[in-house]
């Protein structure tokens, strides 16, 4: 990122919010004369607004030359303060400011800056520096961080099963709700909103919640649970579709069919809806997440319900009349 906006001299927070908010409100039509003296007042104020703005200048108009998804939430992003975020995050980043690991996590937009991410529908395979294996499902993102001291993982959202390699230095996997240390492991990792889930296929995952007091557990072999910023739930065995995702499939067995929607609706833009009369039927088998179509057209045969689509974007599953 540096390099692509040359690295001019460094920017301070402060101003880059106001460069932001100038460029903003500008982009939203002519300021007003009002509005236009007091841009001038702040832009003469100081060199350092007049650094900010040249440079932020130069950065509007290159964006449309790159492909990054924070460029283009800085473009395209609906709401203005999501445009705001990003084209803050890229006047620092394009600054060469001192933008650390710790900002990084505190931001909203912190997806559209991810080491590592995949789009709705896409799954991901990677091989990270210390040759352990990393793969993502749909519309996840990671950070990855490794120096002489420690590797880290950071889930930013979504879903990822990892392969950890052996080495020296300690791996820590991060989420939003606690730490995992692994142990010459493999496991599954998802977050939800309200908590994590694991499961463990290999190997022990040392876990500590991000507001619990007392001790690790440690998680075992063939165990998953999912645990808050405050404490975990009881380990069971794992499920028989635990990472199934990672060879394109979902596993069903006896799901409700609007839990089944929810899934199948991880792999495909738009929505995807669940009639509540129809919701608590119970499906069961192994579907293809790459052809939700052929899945949504398979459910009409085997279940009593129809497909209702207003487009391909806006689909309903409902009780067959």
Known sequence: MNGAFNAPPDIGTAVAEQAVSWLVE?????????????????LHAHPEHQRAWEHIQRINQRLRGLS??????????????????????????????????????????????????????????????DGS???????????????????VIRLLEGEMLLTAARDSRPLQVLTAHGSLQPQGARLNVRQFGDRTEIAVFEGRVALMPTAHTGSALWVEPHQQLSFTRQAWNTPRPLDAGSGAWTDGMLVAAHMRLADFLVELGRYRRGQLNCDPKVADL??????????????LDLLAVSLPVRIKRFTRYWVTVEARV
């Open 26 to 42: 500008m982009q939203g039509g002519a300021l007003s004369p009002r509005r236009q003296q007091a841009w001038e007042q702040w």
């Open 282 to 295: 119970l499906i069961s088998g192994t579907y293809p997440v790459d052809d939700s179509e052929r899945v």
């Open 133 to 151: 294996q990393l793969q993502l499902n749909t519309a996840s993102a990671v950070d990855v961080k490794f120096d002489a001291q420690q590797r």
């Open 68 to 129: 990054s998804p924070l460029a283009h939430a800085a473009l395209n992003a609906p709401k203005s303060s999501s445009r705001r975020q990003a084209l803050k995050l890229l006047l620092l980043l394009g600054a060469g400011s001192a933008l650390t690991w710790g900002l990084r996590e505190q931001l909203p937009v912190t997806p559209l800056l991810a080491d590592f991410s995949t789009p709705v529908g896409q799954r991901r395979n990677l091989q990270l520096h």
